[in-house]
């Protein structure tokens, strides 16, 4: 794996992502590459069963690298590619079939709290603060932000948010519905893990996959076509050697024996 900015360390089958790009851990450009080779070699690596990304020192995320900005003005192309490159790794993100958590230490603001949004689940410090600030740079939130706070909130909150450039507190955030948890600092990566693992212990990654495959495509289709999804997805599982024994093991009145397959 590429470490530029970025470590990455394992604890059973819970891979941890630290960004680390001092001092405030800024998406560059060759972070958001990084971020998306690592997403890409963790999705198929057979010991990873979730994965939690969080931020090495003060910050989560502080945002895009603004000093980046500076060689777009007067290139509209070229300010298409950077909204391009960090919108790609966050839908790949919220892709992944394996549980995506992010373990939110500080702030985590414009392009820091996209890559948040895009994570399946989001645990937060009490000392961080989130926002969009793009506005007050004369620009808007290019990431996904628009888009997937609306869905998490509703258009009206995430206009709201959006044009006033507000800084929610954890708790704040968590009263709206864009974090799950709360924790005292040092108890955030703790708990994180203790997540990620009630997401995935004693449990078949096949039926794991797909039903974070369902869960997020009912964002982007109607109610049928999701419904769809939902059934198809369900009866392919009966195909599997993992729904089987775990329909035979309740049966039985034993735990199951998973392989994944």
Same mark, same amino acid.
Not at 27 to 41: G, K, V
Not at 76 to 87: H, I, P, V
């Given at each position: 794996? *590429?470490? +530029?900015?970025?470590?990455?360390?394992?604890?059973?089958?819970?891979? *941890?992502?630290?960004?680390?790009?001092?001092?405030?851990?800024?998406?560059?450009?060759?972070? *958001?590459?990084? /971020?998306?080779? *690592?997403?890409?070699?963790?999705?198929?690596?057979?010991?990873?069963?979730?994965?939690?990304? +969080?931020?090495?020192?003060?910050?989560?995320?502080?945002?895009?690298?603004?000093?980046?900005?500076?060689?777009?003005?007067?290139?509209?192309?070229?300010?298409?590619?950077?909204?391009?490159?960090?919108? +790609?790794?966050?839908?790949?993100?919220?892709?992944?079939?394996?549980?995506?958590?992010?373990?939110?230490?500080?702030?985590?603001?414009?392009?820091? /709290?996209?890559?948040?949004?895009?994570?399946?689940?989001?645990?937060?410090?009490?000392?961080?603060?989130?926002?969009?600030?793009?506005?007050?740079?004369?620009?808007?939130?290019?990431?996904?932000?628009?888009?997937?706070?609306?869905?998490?909130?509703?258009?009206?909150?995430? /206009?709201?948010?959006?044009?006033?450039?507000?800084?929610?507190?954890?708790?704040?955030?968590?009263?709206?519905?864009?974090?799950?948890?709360?924790?005292?600092?040092?108890?955030?990566?703790?708990?994180?893990?203790?997540?990620?693992?009630?997401?995935?212990?004693?449990?078949?990654? +096949?039926?794991?996959?797909?039903?974070?495959?369902?869960?997020?495509?009912?964002?982007?289709?109607?109610?049928?076509?999701?419904?769809?999804?939902?059934?198809?997805?369900?009866?392919?599982?009966?195909?599997?050697?993992?729904?089987?024994?775990?329909?035979?093991?309740?049966?039985?009145?034993?735990?199951?024996?998973?392989?994944?397959?």
């Amino acid at each position: 794996m *590429i470490d +530029t900015f970025v470590n990455v360390s394992k604890e059973d089958s819970i891979s *941890i992502i630290h960004l680390n790009h001092p001092p405030a851990n800024t998406l560059s450009s060759a972070t *958001i590459e990084n /971020l998306r080779l *690592i997403f890409q070699e963790l999705a198929e690596d057979e010991d990873t069963s979730a994965i939690i990304i +969080t931020g090495t020192g003060r910050f989560f995320v502080a945002g895009a690298d603004i000093k980046e900005f500076v060689s777009a003005f007067g290139q509209q192309e070229k300010a298409l590619q950077m909204a391009q490159a960090g919108q +790609t790794l966050c839908d790949e993100v919220e892709a992944m079939k394996k549980p995506v958590i992010a373990a939110i230490n500080g702030p985590a603001l414009g392009g820091g /709290l996209e890559l948040a949004l895009g994570c399946h689940f989001r645990i937060a410090s009490n000392q961080a603060i989130l926002g969009l600030p793009e506005l007050k740079l004369g620009l808007l939130p290019t990431f996904g932000g628009t888009q997937r706070l609306s869905r998490m909130t509703n258009q009206a909150t995430a /206009l709201q948010l959006i044009l006033t450039s507000k800084q929610l507190s954890a708790d704040e955030a968590l009263q709206l519905g864009i974090i799950q948890l709360v924790t005292e600092p040092e108890e955030l990566l703790t708990t994180a893990k203790a997540v990620a693992q009630s997401f995935v212990a004693g449990k078949s990654m +096949t039926c794991v996959s797909r039903t974070i495959e369902c869960v997020i495509q009912s964002t982007k289709d109607n109610l049928q076509k999701g419904l769809e999804l939902e059934r198809t997805s369900f009866a392919e599982l009966f195909l599997t050697n993992d729904a089987k024994e775990g329909v035979q093991a309740f049966i039985e009145k034993r735990q199951p024996h998973f392989k994944h397959c």
